[in-house]
């Protein structure tokens, strides 16, 4: 037993619109409620489009749904002459209580630095926001320096000088097993989960370590996420594809180790 609440998180991408996310989150909270999941044995998170983000703010609260909310990106600064930036202090007053920083697709269609994501995670933290920091090594760095050193290493550069209280979630995201339906098995995610949380331990110290979420991701679905759940530094899943789909992301909340 770690303390750690397991976390389900659903990354949409650029997937439903304000008026979609309505029926999406009426139906997954209605999958959820029949099959008697227990709140609170499961953390589940939707991140949704910036643009759905009020819409959703407003259904959760006015329906009592517990589901934790999230944004997909944020400016590293807070407010200012920054054209189509979305500050974490709005992000803050809609609710938000995650943001993703650092995903493989911010890297590689928009050529986020790992100084950028470590501005970015440091932003979210000044707003209350807990940074989702994404890490992972695409094929070509698994080929050439193994699975864990270019993630351990995005991961150095994201934690450097924060504070050893910063709530932080990490992910660990090998970008060959995005969206490819080729899953890292879950010894190979384990071994690089635990080595993420060394990290943790060196940069922000033992306790930190400990209470700290580390995710994986990469073609989770439903047959294949109580493999993961069983590894013990991996405390849960950022899941894209599987989580537009209601029936196989409740699936995925519901597994049994
Ligand atoms: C992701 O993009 O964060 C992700 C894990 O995608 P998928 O589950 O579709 O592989």
Redo the contacts with the bound molecule.
């Keep these: 037993v770690t303390g750690r609440t397991p976390f389900i998180a659903g ?1 949409w ?1 650029m997937n439903l619109d304000h008026q979609q996310a309505i029926a999406f989150v009426q139906k997954l909270h209605w999958s959820l409620k029949e099959a008697k999941h227990v709140e609170g044995s499961v953390e589940v998170g939707i991140f949704p489009p910036f643009t759905d983000l009020r819409t959703v703010q407003t259904l959760l609260d006015a329906d009592k749904i517990s589901f934790a909310l999230g944004a997909q990106d944020l400016s590293t600064k807070d407010s200012g002459a920054y054209t189509g930036e979305v500050s974490g202090a709005f992000l803050a007053k809609l609710n938000c209580g995650y943001v993703i920083v650092g ?3 911010r890297r590689e269609y928009h050529d986020e630095t790992d100084e950028v994501v470590a501005a970015k995670a440091q932003a979210a933290l000044r707003h209350g926001l807990v940074p989702v920091i ?1 890490v992972g090594e695409t094929s070509e760095d698994l080929e050439k320096f193994g699975a864990s050193a270019v993630p351990v290493g995005q991961l150095e550069v994201a934690l450097e000088g924060l504070p050893s209280e910063a709530d932080i979630v990490v ?1 660990y ?1 090998p970008v060959w ?4 339906g080729q ?1 890292a098995t879950p010894e190979q995610a384990q071994e690089v989960c635990a080595k993420l949380r060394d990290v943790i331990a060196a940069k922000l110290g033992p306790d930190a370590a400990q209470r700290t979420r580390v995710l994986y ?4 679905k439903s047959t294949n996420i109580a493999s993961f759940m069983r590894e013990p530094d991996i405390d849960g899943a ?6 537009l789909v209601v029936g196989e992301f409740a699936a995925i909340v519901r597994y049994q180790k």
């Design positions: 990354n991408k995903h493989s697709e994404c992910a995201e097993a995005i969206g490819s899953a991701g990469g073609s989770v950022l899941v894209g594809g599987a989580s």
